[in-house]
Nanobody, 124 residues
Framework: QVQLVESGGGLVQAGGSLRLSCAASGRASSAYVMGWFRQAPGKEREFVAAISGSGITYHADSVKARFIISKDNAKNTVYLQMSSLKPEDTAVYYC??????????????????WGQGTQVTVSS
């Protein structure tokens, strides 16, 4: 089992920044693919960014150049640095871990473990 705990969400004005953290524990491994997803009210959960065990990253087009995923293997923590936030970024943000693939995947069905989510609200 892998436990994931997100933190860092909150209320921010448009144009502002936030950094989300996801601390992994249990049978966590730096080899896992780690991802961030988000879900806005009334919408499906969507892919935001992912990072592979070797550090390769991929970001959704909607956040490219504004969000950056990174990780600290020594701390078993993944980060999502969010800048130039827009009201449409408002959502619950979830951290996820995949033990089923070594490559980047946007397919949420391949992620085995999920955090409880952290709310990000961007006011206009």
């Amino acid at each position: 089992q892998v436990q994931l705990v997100e933190s860092g969400g909150g209320l921010v004005q448009a144009g502002g920044s936030l950094r989300l953290s996801c601390a992994a524990s249990g049978r966590a491994s730096s080899a896992y693919v780690m991802g961030w997803f988000r879900q806005a009210p009334g919408k499906e959960r969507e892919f935001v960014a992912a990072i592979s065990g070797s550090g390769i990253t991929y970001h959704a087009d909607s956040v490219k150049a504004r969000f950056i995923i990174s990780k600290d293997n020594a701390k078993n923590t993944v980060y999502l640095q969010m800048s130039s936030l827009k009201p449409e970024d408002t959502a619950v943000y979830y951290c996820a871990a995949s033990t089923r693939t070594t490559g980047i995947t946007m397919n949420r069905g391949l992620y085995d473990y999920w955090g409880q989510g952290t709310q990000v609200t961007v006011s206009s």
